[in-house]
């Protein structure tokens, strides 16, 4: 129970309203993904107006074209070095 009252007093912003999981499932629904797993954070992202970044090549190869804010970290160099 401590750990657990230490974990909510980080000031942690926690997402899990009814209007992000229902964009999670149009998501999925959109891009025909079998879970809504990946989908929560793509609606999470958009829902942020940020980037997202996935090492999921399936995840990534279904949806990449269709939005442009998401980016492969296996793609990512760093020092000139792909990060593979």
Known sequence: MQALE???ALKIVLYGDS?????ALC????????AAY???YLAL?????TH?????K?????IHSALPRV?????YEIDGALLT
């Open 6 to 8: 230490q974990t909510l």
């Open 19 to 23: 209007p992000l999981h229902h964009r």
């Open 27 to 34: 998501v999925a629904q959109e891009f025909s993904l079998a």
């Open 38 to 40: 990946g989908a929560h």
């Open 45 to 49: 992202c958009e829902r942020l107006n």
């Open 52 to 56: 997202f970044w996935t090492t999921d």
């Open 58 to 62: 399936r995840l990534y190869n279904s």
């Open 71 to 75: 980016y492969s970290l296996q793609e």
